[in-house]
């Protein structure tokens, strides 16, 4: 991966065998990630290289980071809980991801479109940085599997412990089931952590 910005912008991020080919999704998206790149520039915000992509930051902050895909280039925000999003043009970068924190873009003639409301999240985590503001902590639900369902029901000194653990260790299960493709798989680890729910524990305490 570079360590120097500037490499990004000529030779691409160095995380796949594209790199500095004309394949490289950078040379597919230069204008709109220069137009990016004087944005973050002109509000002040130095410039570095982190996970091999442009990385903008202020008062000892991560602010913003930039990234180009075969598809799409971005800007991502580093801490978007703080963000208020008042025009509704942050998406998630994932399914996984809780709360919206980047803005998508096919066209390098869309970044002059967006410039004031970039120029205006830019300016909130600034403001936040400054002051040391911390992002609320983001709580996302996870549905509880079928298949957990019907064993609390069909085992009540189960489902009894599993009402006494704390939410964390709930959760700890909740999510380790959900990661599971397969109904088998999720039954059989089910069945593999019972003595543990019975004795009060998480998903990954011994």
């Known amino acids: 991966m570079i360590t120097d910005a500037e490499d990004f912008f000529t030779r691409g991020c160095g995380r796949c065998g594209r790199f500095a080919t004309p394949d490289c999704s950078v040379h597919t998206w230069i204008d709109g990630l220069n137009a990016l790149r004087r944005i973050c520039l002109d509000m002040g915000l130095n410039e570095t290289a982190k996970w091999g992509h442009p990385t903008y930051m202020h008062a000892g902050r991560n602010i913003a980071i930039l990234g180009a895909f075969r598809s799409d280039f971005r800007l991502s925000f580093m801490t978007p809980g703080l963000l208020k999003d008042t025009e509704g043009v942050l998406e998630p970068q994932g399914p996984n991801s809780p709360t919206p924190g980047m803005i998508r873009f ?101």
């Open 106 to 206: 096919t066209d390098a003639g869309q970044v002059s479109k967006a410039e004031r409301v970039i120029r205006a999240c830019l300016r909130q985590l600034m403001d936040h940085a400054e002051v040391g503001t911390k992002p609320p902590r983001a709580e996302r639900a996870i549905d509880m599997p079928a298949e957990l369902a019907e064993a609390l029901e069909a085992d009540p000194e189960l489902a009894e412990a599993f009402q006494a653990l704390t939410p964390g260790r709930q959760k700890s299960y909740l999510f380790n089931l959900a990661q599971a493709r397969q109904s088998a798989t999720r039954i059989a680890r089910i069945e593999k952590f019972r003595d543990r729910i019975l004795a009060g524990k998480g998903a990954q305490e011994r």
